[in-house]
């Protein structure tokens, strides 16, 4: 098990709200069109304030094998983060989470195509796949944190590989900190991970739809399919998904 500190990130307080900043500034354009530069200020300066608060709280995971885990975590105090503040105002969680998706797309499209097509190669390495057939045969449970994983083989042509989380510390975290409503909208900001990183993901329930465990599916070459249990949540991601076909987004 790798161990987690409380912590751990307020001596990096300036570089996580440099970071914050950025991922504000690409949410601006879309704030100011929703509900004007006054409004879009003020949340925008709620939720730095809002992350700030949360910097001390974040988990940090010892180890190498969970920098993807520490990663997920910072995406995830930010769009907390944002959502706290448009809570405040009176916003809904998807409204939240809407900006979370928008500026999450466009932070992925600023990693560099060779980065993420090398990310991609190790992914579905021979190396990575013989790590999970190993523990898979062993039906071996791995804690990283608040995390538990359990992997599994792929059957057939449905996935090449899968990974079940029987505890996410994203969730944890939420619910440790007032985002109970809004856990089930941040699982779907894998659907933009998955995309940007080719994936290939199918994923159909989550611990914060209330389920059992989290169903990780990877699929080569696949195209991102992730629904949720949650009406609200499914109701965003099809509202989302043929609002960026209409505008020809590109994953």
């Known amino acids: 098990m790798s161990s987690q500190i409380i912590g751990y990130y307020s001596t990096s307080k300036e570089k996580l709200l440099n970071d914050f900043d950025n991922t504000s500034a690409l949410m601006k354009a879309s704030l100011v069109a929703r509900y004007g530069k006054e409004v879009a200020g003020t949340l925008q300066r709620e939720g730095r304030q809002e992350y700030e608060k949360l910097i001390p709280e974040i988990p940090y995971i010892k180890g190498l094998r969970a ?29 939240a989470w809407e900006l979370c998706h928008e500026a999450l797309r466009l932070r992925m499209a600023e990693i560099p195509q060779w980065k993420r ?6 992914m579905f390495s021979l190396l990575v796949r013989k790590v999970v057939a190993s523990r898979a045969r062993r039906q071996q449970k791995v804690r990283f944190g608040d995390f538990e994983v359990e992997y599994l083989i ?15 510390g994203n969730h944890t975290f939420l619910k440790r900190h007032g985002g109970d409503e809004f856990a089930p909208y941040v699982c779907m900001s894998d659907i933009v991970l998955s995309d940007a990183m080719g994936w290939g993901l199918i994923r159909t329930q989550t611990l914060a739809d209330g389920c059992h465990h989290c169903d990780f599916r990877f699929k080569k070459g696949a195209a991102t399919q992730i629904s949720s249990k949650t009406p609200e ?7 989302i998904r043929k609002k960026e076909a209409e505008q020809g987004t590109e994953h």
């Not at 910072?74 to 503040?85: D, F, V």
């Not at 097509?117 to 190790?122: A, T």
């Not at 949540?233 to 509202?239: D, G, P």
Request: hydrophobic letters at 40%; proline letters at 2%; aromatic letters at 14%.
């Open 67 to 95: 920098r993807l885990f520490n990663s997920f975590l910072l995406i995830t105090a930010q769009e907390l983060a944002t959502y706290k503040a448009m809570k405040k105002h009176g916003k809904a969680p998807e409204e």
């Open 117 to 122: 097509w090398l990310l991609k190669r190790f």
């Open 233 to 239: 949540v499914q109701e965003a991601i099809e509202r």
């Open 154 to 168: 792929g059957e057939g042509d449905e996935f090449d590989f899968g990974v079940n989380y029987l505890q996410c």
